[in-house]
């Protein structure tokens, strides 16, 4: 009777626990179970295993084979486990030998013919068994995400064959070595800011939202460049930190979409249809999957028309507004995803589009934009840090902007680079992720100044929250002024972009 252990891990959310693959030989009836609560997916692996080991030419014990997936409450979807299960058997069958198995990690999808198929959330696995102080063993079409962290110990092969030859100490696999190890990965050419003429208050108010990471509404007629503007912020954008490269790497890797690859270093911009339901924004399935608002992690989620999404799908944006995660529920359990994003949305002022445009007549009556903006409910209103106004552009703007040449995404970026590190240096984040606490020591007012905010928000009938989203970012403001204090004029620019009184609608 023989008996071997090997280490593997699983996918939650975006851990991923070690898996202990123990499997038992014994004298009866031949025989293969696979014990641990396995999922489908991983009863199917028993036919895949069987073959693979088959075609790689070892045997296949005819004996009694139990393999036993511990722990048993874990999710084991999905075929990352064909290839721990295959060498169990390997080495409980003496075919491989098993003194020096412990100190590895396998996760890896078998073909029929012993092939090495790719499998999904590799990043969160490299991560974990860099930390295990183990040598992980996968596809090769996994080991460039693998490598990411940099020094991983990470060896790759494409066969059955090669992982027990080295197992055998007949030919080693070799450290995988990333092709391209620096942080940032080349992008393709981004959409630049200097396409967009005139709207110098919108820029200002996208620029102010790239530097202290704020949400920021943009409201205006047809076809004056919302969309544009909005699709142009990650041209200015700060890099990410490593830290949070990985973050966002690790999301989108047990996410199933297979669009190509985020590059490294690359904030994420997600921009999806107002038709999107409320599982594809907060993410969901029988094995939680990450939404777009984790999607959107550590860059913007990008909400065009806004009011035509359905308010329900909206609601569901309040929870990782504000505490930066979501939770999916599961009757079965609870998965937790990073969503720490940046809201940017555009919209039309009402449904015809033209209501405060000097030059169009607004067809709508009072119900009906009533109705399109009761769509946005306030709170959710209040949890977006800017408003500005994307206004109708005199057609001289237009055509004879040659002679006005607009500013580059690269000149803004420098600004905003500079403006971000003055606020890591300060507390180590953006100033749109500052707690109250940390508001009230970095956005010092003069008693002035302190007087003049409260009187206006009183005025301006805004939230007691309003407070702190202007002094944030009256605080970015004077960020991209290289300032130190806030002054007077910083706050009044700050105010300039607090226009949710009008969004309530007409009185
Ligand atoms: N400020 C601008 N500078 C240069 N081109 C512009 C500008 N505004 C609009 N355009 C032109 O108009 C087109 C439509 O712009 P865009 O889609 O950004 O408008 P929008 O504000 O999003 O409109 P809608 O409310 O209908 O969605 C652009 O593709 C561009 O060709
Ligand atoms: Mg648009
Ligand atoms: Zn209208």
């Keep these: 009777m023989r008996l071997a252990v090997v280490y593997s891990r699983a996918s939650l959310g975006i851990q991923a626990p070690l898996v202990t693959v123990e499997t038992h030989l014994s004298a009866g009836l031949p025989g293969f179970t696979i014990v641990g609560l ?18 790689s030419q070892f045997d296949f014990p005819s004996r009694r084979i139990t393999i036993n997936l511990a722990p048993a409450d874990l999710p084991k979807e999905g075929g990352r486990f064909d290839l721990p299960i295959a060498l169990g058997i390997l080495a409980a069958s003496q075919q491989i ?30 991560l974990a068994s860099r930390k295990a ?19 991983n110990h990470i060896l790759a092969a494409t066969h059955l064959l090669d992982v027990s030859a080295h197992l055998i100490q007949k030919i080693p696999l070799n450290s995988y070595v990333r092709q391209n190890p620096s942080v940032t990965e080349s992008t393709a050419a981004q959409l630049d800011l200097a396409e967009v003429k005139g709207q110098m208050h919108a820029k200002r108010a996208l620029e102010i939202t790239a530097a202290g990471g704020h949400g920021l509404l943009m ?50 911009f997600r921009a999806p249809h107002h038709t999107a339901s409320a599982s594809a924004l907060v993410g969901g399935g029988s094995y939680p999957r990450p939404g777009e608002v984790s999607l959107a992690h550590n860059g ?15 609601e569901v944006l309040r929870e990782p507004l504000e505490s930066g995660t979501i939770l999916i529920s599961r009757a079965t359990r609870q998965t937790e995803f990073p969503a720490r994003f940046q809201l940017v949305a555009a919209m039309n002022p009402c449904p015809c589009g033209y209501l405060g445009d000097l030059k169009r007549r607004c067809q709508c009556t009072l119900d009906q934009i009533k109705r399109y903006r009761s769509r946005l409910s306030g709170p959710l209103l209040d949890r977006i840090d800017m408003q500005v106004e ?28 500079s403006a971000v590190e003055r606020q890591h240096a300060r507390a180590l984040k953006q100033n749109a992720r500052l707690t109250n606490r940390e508001i009230q020591q970095y956005c010092v007012l003069e008693p002035k100044t302190h007087q003049f905010v409260t009187q206006a928000i009183e005025k301006l009938g805004l939230s007691a929250r309003s407070y702190h989203r202007i002094l944030k970012l009256a605080r970015t403001i004077a960020d991209l002024e290289g300032s130190d204090t806030v002054n007077h004029e910083h706050i009044i620019e700050a105010l300039s972009f607090r226009k949710i009184e009008q969004l309530s609608g007409p009185k």
Aim: charge should be negative.
């Design 390 to 417: 994307v206004p109708a552009l005199p057609i001289e703007t237009l055509s004879f902007s040659h002679t006005l040449p607009e500013e580059n995404s690269d000149v803004v970026l420098k600004r905003v680079i």
């Design 219 to 268: 409201m205006g007629p047809p076809g004056t460049g919302k969309t544009m503007l909005a699709s142009r912020l990650p041209s200015i954008l700060p890099p990410l930190s490593l830290d949070e490269a990985l973050e966002v790497i690790a999301i989108h890797s047990v996410s199933r979409n297979h669009q190509p690859r985020l590059p490294f270093g690359q904030r994420p």
């Design 300 to 314: 913007v989620l990008f909400l065009d028309e806004l009011p035509e999404f359905d308010r329900r799908v909206l």
């Design 133 to 151: 102080n183990r040598t992980l063993v996968l596809p090769l079409q996994n080991a460039e995400e693998a490598a990411l962290p940099g020094d």
């Design 97 to 126: 030998p098993c003194n020096a198995l412990h100190t590895y990690e396998f996760v890896g999808e078998l073909a029929l013919s012993g092939k090495l198929h790719a499998i999904h959330g590799t990043l969160p696995v490299a």
């Design 38 to 55: 396995p999922e489908t997916a991983v009863k199917e692996s028993k036919d895949r295993v069987r073959s693979a080991i088959l075609n």
